[in-house]
T-cell receptor, first 113, second 108 residues
Framework: KAGVTQTPRYLIKTRGQQVTLSCSPI?????VSWYQQTPGQGLQFLFE???????NKGNFPGRFSGRQFSNSRSEMNVSTLELGDSALYLC????????????FGSGTRLTVV | GIQVEQSPPDLILQEGANSTLRCNFS?????LQWFHQNPWGQLINLFY???GTKQNGRLSATTVATERYSLLYISSSQTTDSGVYFC??????????FGKGTTLSVSS
């Protein structure tokens, strides 16, 4: 059974650009959530989607957005990148809202220069 | 919101030693997981354990939900056990909330 797939693995962007990250959940999992990890702030929740609807949102500015498609794949977008957006972005999938636990992908490491 | 505290923040062991990592949480939870973050950043799920005790090889975990804590035991530690261990919980209506982690270093 394939795990959670995140693409790309690494990204380097310039301040002011925008970026889109992708996450394909485990087959049969309909919930996808996104987290940001930085050395200073640790692991912080961004948003969670279930059946194409955002269920939950963390405390991040509107430059961070996401969506989920009918096949449960999810994308997150960050517009007008800032240096502080440099982080490891992790995606997790679950059957529904954490039931049975969350499984994480390998992450996308974003560097903003 | 709910607070998740992990202790100790850092742990240094010799290969073969045993260790206990603790996770305290400030409110009732409906999900608790332990993760190991590998050197490449991926969070590896160790246990899904909202209550009770589970064992998987050299690792075991116990959650006492009524007293709001969970323990992760690592026996006969190996160098490959090194890394950061996270406890994360959910309450009703929330996504995973993580503790700050315990950094384990096992030397040969």
């Amino acid at each position: 059974k394939a795990g959670v797939t995140q693409t790309p693995r690494y990204l380097i962007k310039t301040r002011g650009q925008q970026v889109t990250l992708s996450c394909s959940p485990i087959s049969g999992h309909r919930s996808v959530s996104w987290y940001q990890q930085t050395p200073g702030q640790g692991l912080q929740f961004l948003f969670e989607y279930f059946s194409e609807t955002q269920r939950n949102k963390g405390n991040f500015p509107g430059r961070f957005s996401g969506r989920q498609f009918s096949n449960s794949r999810s994308e997150m977008n960050v517009s007008t990148l800032e240096l502080g957006d440099s982080a490891l972005y992790l995606c997790a999938s679950s059957v529904f809202g954490g039931t049975g636990g969350y499984t994480f992908g390998s992450g996308t490491r974003l560097t903003v220069v | 919101g709910i607070q998740v505290e992990q202790s100790p923040p850092d742990l240094i062991l010799q290969e073969g030693a045993n260790s206990t990592l603790r996770c305290n949480f400030s409110d009732s939870v409906n999900n608790l997981q332990w993760f190991h973050q590998n050197p490449w950043g991926q969070l590896i799920n160790l246990f899904y354990i909202p209550s009770g005790t589970k064992q998987n090889g050299r690792l075991s975990a116990t959650t006492v939900a009524t007293e709001r804590y969970s323990l992760l035991y690592i026996s006969s530690s190996q160098t490959t056990d090194s890394g950061v261990y996270f406890c994360a919980v959910t309450t009703a209506g929330t996504a995973l909330i993580f503790g700050k982690g315990t950094t384990l270093s096992v030397s040969s």
